[in-house]
């Protein structure tokens, strides 16, 4: 298996996997995908059946990485994926909404959101290639939530990794600040930032524009677009699917709750592996980038004045990050296509229009794609309905994808929602909807007043640099 870019053109050069493991974007710009998309055959879905998780993780990685000896990496998939870390047996249990109706939990890892799904390889991947080279790596990344305490459960205790985190202070929800900042560990580095989340962000960037200093400090990152998370998430359509179903002639949908298309991403990935999924349905909230675009054509990223600050954070995005690894895909593979219109018309424009290209009707026809918005009322109705009709309570984000997925559910077709978080992250949005705070797991009793590791500094390039070298000496 080799990795090509999505902007690639001539003879493009092939990666192998633990070549853009550690990397972020190709040298052109574009995103890493597998040159061609591994084929799972019936008999093979059949075998596959009845496999705990973590060996199945390893069946479907096994497709995707040639380069790390299967012992090792069916290890690491079995140190990832427990009972003890994920909560339950099954990891990522489907629960029963009525007939043809399911929710499949993707938030029981350490930060009860979707992300620990494949951040916790990420982390196990990470230490085991870094020691393999005798290499370190220091992750500087900004978040406002989720991705960043997921990453910080993913990487703490792990040799030659250190992460330093900026957040905006005092902006993160107190059951966010409480799960980050009780970390003791000596390789995590929580810096509240005296700003926005924009200034965190500024600063990443302006620490890995220092090509210099990026590369004597090998400041690395774990966002959305890293293509091993992408391959983590692909297991769970799989587990999805063959919990859901009996035999291989049956189809199931899912529907993902959406913000950088990553996760949703990974459905598709699964589905161009031969994975039966009839429809792929994306749910945005307010910022309805995705919906947009399968809707009419047009790919239009917002400005900063356009991005709503919402109750489904999460996906609060300006533009859809892992959207043009679809795109890649839907216009045949022509990376020349791919980076004019992610290279240059968005960056100059901020938009492209596929809407009268005959591609565009291929994303529903072809490839399963349908779309839906949900609003703030939308979550409020979506949380009490569900509440009254089935005795569940369910999260903001998981609320956006419920409420699409009924518009979408096809006779005789079994639809999974993706549960994305649990609802305690987002409790204040559970009181608006219902007058009661929602269930908190055993193990979050009382974080709020545990130790807390934090240091909170100025929006300042130079200190924030002389912090991560002070750090590696
Ligand atoms: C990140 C996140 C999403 C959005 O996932 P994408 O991969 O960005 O589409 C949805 N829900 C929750 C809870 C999240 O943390």
Redesign the pocket.
Known sequence: MRYISTRATGTPERKRFCEILLEGLAPDGGLYLPETYPQVDAATLTRWRGLAYADLAFEILSLFVDDIPAEDLRALCRKTYTEEVFGTAAIVPLTRLEDGLYLEALSNGPTL???DMAMQLLGNLFEYELARRGEELNIFGATSG??GSAAEYAMRGKKGVRVFMTSPNGRMSPFQQAQMFSLLDDNIYNIAITGVFDDCQDLVKAVSGDLEFKCKYKIGTVN?INWARLMAQVVYYFAGYLQATKTNDERVSFT?????????CAGHVARMMGLPIAQLVVATNENDVLDEFFRTGVYRVRGTADTHETS?P??D?SK?S?FERFVFDLLGRDGVRTADLFGSQVPRQGRFDLGADPAFAQAASRYGFASGKSTHADRLATIRDTWQKYGVVV?T?TADGLKVAHEHRLPGVPMLVLE??LPI?FAATIVEALGREPERPAKFAGIEALPKKVRVMAPDVQAIKDLIAQACD
């Open positions: 959101a979707f992300k989720d991705t959305s993902v709750p959406s913000g950088n298309f990553g996760n949703v489904s999460s996906m995005i859809a892992n999260d984000h994305t978080a992250k």
